[in-house]
């Protein structure tokens, strides 16, 4: 089965940690997107990357990196600049051209 | 620029009652405008999308006509059932031709059907 998969589905870490979000997709892809949704708010898209190492930053790309070493990986780190790192954290994958994205399950992160 | 407005929610029906979920736009250019649904702890599925003017995307009885002229694409269901309750989000696409296919989503409306 094609599809996006991110682990874990819960992630638990200290304030002042960096944290990796893995995001894995099998659809042949070339665009991935990592998004950030808090309680009541739409989606904030955070860093995109349209094909393997290039990405470029969203709307809120302070406090967190990316990389893009192969087109089914684009990990994202929660750096412990980010000031409210504690979210649901959404990757995204779409082919180029067509604007139609595809979403893996989420991970939350919990920082205390 | 590019932008989603939709409804407020929460909105709560019983079961067989009409849904209506208004989405409005801002774009530049023509987009593709879509709606996903999340329902609890999962992440977003898409639930239907139209491509250009006047075009109807349907998908398990809800439909969304693209009204280019009222800058709208309501969602609509006719009857909803319980398993619908979920958080429905309204999205455009950038502008066609550009070769970031990055989407503007709308707040989400959350829908709550009783039995």
């Known amino acids: 089965d094609g599809g996006i998969t991110q682990s874990p589905k819960y992630l638990f870490r200290k304030e002042g940690q960096n944290v990796t979000l893995s995001c894995e997709q099998n659809l042949n892809h070339d665009a991935m997107y990592w998004y950030r949704q808090d309680p009541g708010q739409g989606l904030r898209l955070i860093y995109y990357?349209?094909?393997?190492?290039?990405?470029q930053k969203g709307d809120i790309a302070e406090g967190y990196s990316v990389s893009r070493e192969k087109k089914e990986s684009f990990p994202l780190t929660v750096t412990s600049a980010q000031k409210n790192p504690t979210a649901f954290y959404l990757c995204?994958?779409?082919?180029?051209?067509?604007?139609?994205?595809?979403f893996g399950p989420g991970t939350r992160l919990t920082v205390t | 620029g590019n932008s989603v407005t939709q409804m407020e929610g929460p909105v709560t029906l019983s079961e067989e009652a009409f849904l209506t979920i208004n989405c409005t736009y801002t774009a530049t250019g023509y987009p593709s405008l879509f709606w996903y649904v999340q329902y609890p702890g999962e992440g977003l599925q898409l639930l239907l999308k139209a491509t250009k003017a006047d075009d109807k995307g349907s998908n398990k009885g809800f439909e969304a006509t693209y009204r280019k002229e009222t800058t709208s694409f309501h969602l609509e269901k006719g009857s909803v059932q319980v398993s619908d309750s979920a958080v429905y989000f309204c999205?455009?696409?950038?502008?066609?031709?550009?070769?970031?296919?990055?989407?503007?989503f709308g707040r989400g409306t959350q829908l709550t059907v009783w039995p």
């Open positions: 999205a455009l696409s950038g502008p066609r031709g550009s070769t970031l296919g990055r989407l503007y």
């Open positions: 995204a994958s779409s082919t180029q051209g067509f604007y139609e994205q595809y």
């Open positions: 990357s349209q094909i393997v190492n290039d990405f």
